[in-house]
């Protein structure tokens, strides 16, 4: 019997994200004026604040820094946790906002206290004190530090120093210098973006950026927009106004990193839109070989199903599971196996049911697939657990993943279509190196899974149970 070397893909169609969570890296090294300034231990620990909505990173600096090395006067205020810079602007510790006579401006994160120190965001020097600095990440030449090289701005660029950042104020011209190699999933779903939608982007300022409407309209949100006034509101609740990044809801107003801009006629907003004004988590995935080196945004929100144009209908005890090709009736009473799985007949029939809809097309060494998920009904705990193995003819070893979802997060390879059909371009595997293309498959229910399901979408060979196996 011929071995094939079998490249498995799994794929969670009911997706459990880890959040990433805030992480900080202390390898940062800050230059003045191509100077490099020595931060004493008691002054505190500059320090780069990486999260799911700026990927890029906040410099954070100890407010020390600010009046030791930058010369700047700062005066404190223990009790109103308050710290005056230059007699002229006012910070407060947990509030992101920069204060002055003239004009506010926001901060992306709130200043705190840590270890005993006062800590700002480098936001505070480049916005309100005329600083302007170069970026560089780490690498073997900067001996893997992070390096920030402040520059005083000359007079002629003070006087227009706030044109970006200006709250309240005229529509600004958005920096486009721009990384564009960004995706945005829904629950796992890859979004299936058209240029009449727009498309998301990292901005200079590492603010990751949506465009709004096709965003909303996807979660389900009712998207209005005032011409006159260039405000968006949505479902008649929060409103944002383009040129500013302050949103306003019903009872307060929430300061966002960036500003709605308008771009190439459609409305984006900061990433921070979805996650601390609609209340949906954020999973982000760096650019790794595994997803093509693309920046991956997920959009979560617990106990939510994204939307589906034909979800299951309950009728007592039996819901109707609409297929490409029919219905499929789950009894729960004669269908669930006292262990509660799903039992075999029923699981094959509605495994089938999934891959039926499966269309494979080859061009060259282009593989198309366009397929059909039936939905489930989660409110009872049921989903499925299936994958697309690529079998690669013996000797040609394994393939980069052309699957759905793996350990390693959502494939870029998959759009979600507006019509509720996923669809996948993959051509990344010369066509001559795979033997099979293999769909699996189970149902679980509570814990419980069903029966084994497998078939080979070049012939259609079929199989089902623990043992299957369809390879000569």
Same mark, same amino acid.
């Given at each position: 019997?011929?071995?094939?070397?079998?490249?498995?893909?799994?794929?969670?169609?009911?997706?459990?994200?880890?959040?990433?969570?805030?992480?900080?890296?202390?390898?940062?090294?800050?230059?003045?004026?191509?100077?490099?300034?020595?931060?004493?231990?008691?002054?505190?620990?500059?320090?780069?604040?990486?999260?799911?909505?700026?990927?890029?990173?906040?410099?954070?600096?100890?407010?020390?820094?600010?009046?030791?090395?930058?010369?700047?006067?700062?005066?404190?205020?223990?009790?109103?946790?308050?710290?005056?810079?230059?007699?002229?602007?006012?910070?407060?510790?947990?509030?992101?906002?920069?204060?002055?006579?003239?004009?506010?401006?926001?901060?992306?994160?709130?200043?705190?206290?840590?270890?005993?120190?006062?800590?700002?965001?480098?936001?505070?020097?480049?916005?309100?004190?005329?600083?302007?600095?170069?970026?560089?990440?780490?690498?073997?030449?900067?001996?893997?530090?992070?390096?920030?090289?402040?520059?005083?701005?000359?007079?002629?660029?003070?006087?227009?120093?706030?044109?970006?950042?200006?709250?309240?104020?005229?529509?600004?011209?958005?920096?486009?210098?721009?990384?564009?190699?960004?995706?945005?999933?829904?629950?796992?779903?890859?979004?299936?973006?058209?240029?009449?939608?727009?498309?998301?982007? !990292?901005?200079?300022? #590492?603010?990751?950026?949506? &465009? %709004?409407?096709? /965003?909303? =309209?996807? *979660? $389900?949100?009712?998207?209005?927009?005032?011409?006159?006034?260039?405000?968006?509101?949505?479902?008649?609740?929060?409103?944002?106004?383009?040129?500013?990044?302050?949103?306003?809801?019903?009872?307060?107003?929430?300061?966002?990193?960036?500003?709605? !801009?308008?771009?190439? #006629?459609?409305?984006?907003? &900061? %990433?921070?839109? /979805?996650? =601390?004004? *609609? $209340?949906?988590?954020?999973?982000?995935?760096?650019?790794?070989?595994?997803?093509?080196?693309?920046?991956?945004?997920?959009?979560?929100?617990?106990?939510?199903?994204?939307?589906?144009?034909?979800?299951?209908?309950?009728?007592?005890?039996?819901?109707?599971?609409?297929?490409?090709?029919?219905?499929?009736? %789950?009894?729960?009473?004669?269908?669930?196996?006292?262990?509660?799985?799903?039992?075999?007949?029923?699981?094959?029939?509605?495994?089938?049911?999934?891959?039926?809809?499966?269309?494979?097309?080859?061009?060259?060494?282009?593989?198309?697939?366009?397929?059909?998920?039936?939905?489930?009904?989660?409110?009872?705990?049921?989903?499925?657990?299936?994958?697309?193995?690529?079998?690669?003819?013996?000797?040609?070893?394994?393939?980069?993943?052309?699957?759905?979802?793996?350990?390693?997060?959502?494939?870029?390879?998959?759009?979600?279509?507006?019509?509720?059909?996923?669809?996948?371009?993959?051509?990344?595997?010369?066509?001559?190196?795979?033997?099979?293309?293999?769909?699996?498959?189970?149902?679980?229910?509570?814990?419980?899974?069903?029966?084994?399901?497998?078939?080979?979408?070049?012939?259609?060979?079929?199989?089902?149970?623990?043992?299957?196996?369809?390879?000569?």
């Amino acid at each position: 019997m011929r071995k094939a070397i079998l490249f498995v893909i799994t794929f969670i169609l009911t997706l459990s994200f880890a959040i990433v969570a805030n992480a900080e890296e202390t390898n940062i090294k800050i230059y003045l004026e191509g100077k490099e300034q020595i931060i004493r231990p008691e002054q505190g620990i500059p320090y780069i604040n990486v999260s799911t909505l700026n990927p890029i990173g906040r410099i954070i600096i100890p407010l020390d820094f600010v009046s030791e090395s930058l010369g700047h006067k700062v005066e404190w205020n223990e009790v109103a946790q308050t710290a005056i810079i230059d007699s002229k602007y006012k910070i407060k510790i947990g509030k992101r906002l920069i204060e002055s006579k003239d004009i506010n401006y926001g901060f992306g994160y709130e200043p705190i206290i840590k270890d005993g120190k006062v800590y700002v965001e480098l936001r505070l020097v480049t916005q309100a004190l005329g600083y302007e600095y170069d970026y560089e990440k780490p690498n073997i030449d900067n001996g893997f530090n992070y390096v920030v090289n402040l520059k005083r701005k000359t007079q002629a660029q003070n006087n227009g120093a706030f044109s970006f950042v200006r709250m309240n104020t005229d529509i600004v011209t958005p920096n486009y210098n721009s990384i564009t190699n960004v995706r945005i999933l829904i629950n796992g779903s890859s979004l299936d973006l058209a240029p009449k939608h727009g498309y998301p982007f !990292i901005d200079g300022q #590492g603010n990751a950026m949506i &465009p %709004l409407r096709v /965003i909303c =309209e996807k *979660l $389900g949100h009712k998207l209005g927009w005032d011409q006159i006034t260039q405000t968006a509101t949505i479902d008649g609740k929060y409103s944002i106004t383009i040129g500013r990044n302050t949103v306003r809801t019903e009872n307060e107003s929430i300061i966002m990193d960036g500003k709605a !801009i308008t771009k190439d #006629g459609k409305t984006y907003v &900061p %990433l921070e839109l /979805i996650n =601390e004004v *609609l $209340g949906y988590e954020i999973d982000y995935r760096e650019p790794i070989q595994g997803n093509r080196y693309t920046h991956l945004i997920n959009i979560i929100k617990k106990d939510m199903v994204v939307r589906s144009l034909n979800p299951p209908i309950r009728e007592g005890n039996t819901y109707k599971i609409i297929t490409e090709s029919g219905i499929i009736e %789950l009894n729960l009473d004669t269908d669930i196996d006292r262990y509660g799985a799903v039992n075999e007949e029923k699981a094959e029939e509605l495994l089938a049911g999934f891959y039926d809809s499966i269309k494979l097309t080859i061009n060259g060494d282009n593989i198309n697939i366009i397929m059909y998920k039936p939905e489930l009904p989660t409110d009872i705990g049921m989903d499925y657990s299936a994958s697309l193995s690529a079998i690669m003819k013996p000797g040609r070893g394994y393939g980069p993943d052309m699957g759905f979802w793996s350990t390693g997060g959502p494939s870029p390879f998959v759009t979600l279509r507006d019509d509720d059909y996923m669809e996948i371009d993959f051509n990344e595997i010369s066509i001559s190196d795979i033997e099979y293309i293999m769909f699996s498959g189970r149902i679980n229910h509570k814990g419980a899974t069903s029966i084994r399901y497998i078939a080979i979408l070049n012939n259609n060979k079929r199989a089902v149970g623990e043992n299957a196996y369809l390879f000569d």
